[in-house]
């Protein structure tokens, strides 16, 4: 399998442009996490979907910040206006069993300028 | 508010030496606690996990010991390599029912020298 894959790998904008963050789980696991790193407060959940469904966004920064699940095999990050502190690495992860072992994407790297 | 805790953010252990890597929480519901690894440029594997009804799990060179009442877990690594040199995050995970969701410590950085 290919793992969880992440695009684009880098991303660099200018503040007020939107930002779409995109993923592919592995194939058959049903839970789909968006994380967010950053040095200051590590590696914070934003959102989980079960089987589609947004489950938990409670850690949502904002509402510039959306996510969507529109199959099984794809899901996407949209921040809209971005700001300079949105900068950080986002991931995303799938797995099979909620709360084990989660599988990471290589992350993207936001900077907004 | 952050629950799981990882007050050293750095690490420099010689190689063959034990690498000690500790770990704080303040959530008594916590039920499952994992370590991740992760290298730059790459997302966090998996390294180990270990239900809160045990106090000790081991796979090869990695130990993960869990006291319950200090709330506080270590992961040791014996003998330590230079292919263990990275950031290395503690995790936790409280079972509601429905809803379940880790939440990690903001990681140590582990140096294994020559």
């Known amino acids: 399998d290919a793992g969880v894959i992440q695009s684009p790998r880098h991303e660099v904008t200018e503040m007020g442009q939107e930002v779409t963050l995109r993923c592919k789980p592995i194939s058959g696991h049903d839970y789909l996490f968006w994380y967010r790193q950053t040095m200051m407060r590590g590696l914070e959940l934003l959102i989980y979907f079960n089987n589609n469904v947004p489950i938990d966004d409670s850690g949502m920064p904002e509402d510039r910040f959306s996510a969507k699940m529109p199959n099984a095999s794809f899901s996407t990050l949209k921040i809209q206006p971005s700001e300079p502190r949105d900068s950080a690495v986002y991931f995303c992860?799938?797995?099979?069993?909620?709360?084990?072992?989660?599988?990471f994407g290589p992350g993207t790297r936001l900077t907004v300028t | 508010d952050q629950q799981v805790k990882q007050n050293s953010p750095s690490l420099s252990v010689q190689e063959g030496r034990i690498s000690i890597l500790n770990c704080d929480y303040t959530?008594?519901?916590?039920?499952?606690f994992l370590w991740y690894k992760k290298y730059p440029a790459e997302g966090p594997t998996f390294l180990i996990s270990?239900?809160?009804?045990?106090d000790k799990n081991e796979d090869g060179r990695f130990t993960v010991f869990l006291n319950k009442s200090a709330k506080h877990l270590s992961l040791h690594i014996v003998p330590s390599q230079p292919g263990d040199s990275a950031v290395y995050f503690c995790a936790a995970r409280v079972n509601t029912g429905t809803a379940s969701k880790l939440t990690f410590g903001t990681g140590t950085r582990l140096q294994v020298t020559l």
């Open positions: 270990i239900s809160s009804i045990k």
């Open positions: 992860a799938s797995s099979l069993i909620r709360g084990h072992e989660q599988y």
């Open positions: 959530n008594s519901m916590f039920d499952y």
